[in-house]
């Protein structure tokens, strides 16, 4: 059993409990509703959540992946509509609202969730600069890390990636994938990343932690199939760049053994590591650049104001007293939920100049 599957089956019971008291105060602004018919629709809730995922990990449907989305919307849903609702209580504590003006309240979360799905479905091009002493051409590097391709971002994230690619194949010369390109929520087969095989620059991968939920050979298969370049715990040189690209699952969270020889004099050294940690021991050895991702910037509000508590760099370009770099970007699919609000499903063009 995977560790996404097994996450699912043990936090299903206290989400369904975390229903039951969410619809039963909703239903409590509307005039009230019946125990029973809350306790139905929370059964349904909760076979929602975990009933699909069993068919996805074998064979992935239409029917599998929209049920799948349906549940990844409604747990955005009910996250809001539960700060919606306690906004609600403590307006009506001191001055009381009309039945009116609830209805109105609570149809902010709708309006809001057509925005949010929107914005996760929408891709964009950023840019960043980055200057090095050790260049002596520059050099475009698109990065990107997150497609999360899976029952609920599937074969359509692929092509929407290739298509954008293939119009920065004359301004950028190699595409770096900092992990999770699979979700884990559903079986990968050979054929999903062919979209891919039609872009006309190199395609470097390195695994993380989702990649690994369900089978990283399938993850692997695909990718040869698509011409990728798999950096597994592996380098190789591209120009004036030398790329590790390092592993990342949940199995491994200690401090990665990075030997010093893997960094090489006259290339500007670039570490592919799909969480945004160890970066100043990853400086000290030599590594010029670390490409990062995992975070997704918090994803949508109000989890964006805790993933900046949470992750030290939480999403950007950072660069440190040695004059090292960081780059952390948000992602390009969604983990659970297709919702973005207060970050980009991006690419970003890393601009590599000579200083």
Known sequence: MSFRTKRVLISTPFYMVFEFFLLKYMFLLLGGCNDNYIMMMVLLIGLLRSVPMFFEVKKSTIPGRFLTAVDGVWMWASLMFLIDILIIYLIDMFIPLSFEIKIILLAVVPILGVYNYYKAHKLVVNEKTLKLDNLKHDINIVHLSDVHFGSVRHKKIIRQISDKLKELEDTCQLTIISGDLADGSSIVEKDDFLAFKEVNMPIIFTPGNHDFYIDIEDVFEA???????????????????????????????????????????????????HVPYHWEEFSKIGFDIQLSGHTHGGQFYPAVNFAEILFKYNRGLFKNNLGRYLHVTTGVGSMDTPMRWGTDSELVILKLKRN
């Open 223 to 273: 990718c040869r199939n698509a011409g990728i370049i798999i950096l597994d715990n592996a380098s190789m040189e591209f120009e004036d760049l030398n790329i590790f690209g390092l592993r990342f699952s949940f199995e491994d969270r200690s401090v990665p053994e990075i030997e010093e020889s893997l960094v090489k004099e006259g290339f500007v050294n670039i570490i592919n590591y």
